[in-house]
Nanobody, 124 residues
Framework: QVQLVESGGGLVQAGGSLRLSCAASGRPISSYGMGWFRQAPGKEREFVAA????????YYADSVKGRFTISRDNAKNTVYLQMNSLKPDDTAVYYCTLNQRSGVELRRGNVDYWGQGTQVTVSS
C-alpha cells in the first residue's frame, strides 16, 4: 500500500503562483509514475501532469502547458507541482496520483493510488 498526502493548496489571486507537494509513504516511489489530476465544481476529474519514475519524462494537459511544472525528489519520496500564472479556471481540488507502471499510464487515466486532495482557489 502507498499513502499519498498533498499539501500547499490555498487561495491566490489570478496571475499568482502556488507549489503543491505530495508526500508518499509505504514504499519508495522511485520506480513509479506520479502525477496530478484535478476536479473543479460540477466538472469531471481531469489529468493535469505526470512524470516518469526517473523524472526524465513529463506530460502535461494542454490547458496547463507552459504554466505548470511537475518535478520529483525520489530521495524525499515527494512530488511537486509548481503552478504559475494561475487563472480562475484552475480552481479545483488537486489530487496526487500514482501508477505502478509509468507516467504515461497516468496520462491515459490509469491511476493505482489517489491522495485525498488539496483545494486550490484562484480569485479574479
Amino acid at each position: 500500500q502507498v499513502q499519498l498526502v498533498e499539501s500547499g493548496g490555498g487561495l491566490v489571486q489570478a496571475g499568482g503562483s502556488l507549489r503543491l507537494s505530495c508526500a508518499a509513504s509505504g514504499r519508495p516511489i522511485s520506480s513509479y509514475g506520479m502525477g496530478w489530476f484535478r476536479q473543479a465544481p460540477g466538472k469531471e476529474r481531469e489529468f493535469v501532469a505526470a512524470i516518469s519514475g526517473s523524472g526524465s519524462t513529463t506530460y502535461y494537459a494542454d490547458s496547463v502547458k507552459g504554466r505548470f511544472t511537475i518535478s520529483r525528489d525520489n530521495a524525499k519520496n515527494t512530488v511537486y507541482l509548481q503552478m504559475n500564472s494561475l487563472k480562475p479556471d484552475d480552481t479545483a481540488v488537486y489530487y496526487c496520483t500514482l501508477n505502478q507502471r509509468s507516467g504515461v499510464e497516468l496520462r491515459r487515466g490509469n491511476v493505482d493510488y489517489w491522495g485525498q486532495g488539496t483545494q486550490v482557489t484562484v480569485s479574479s
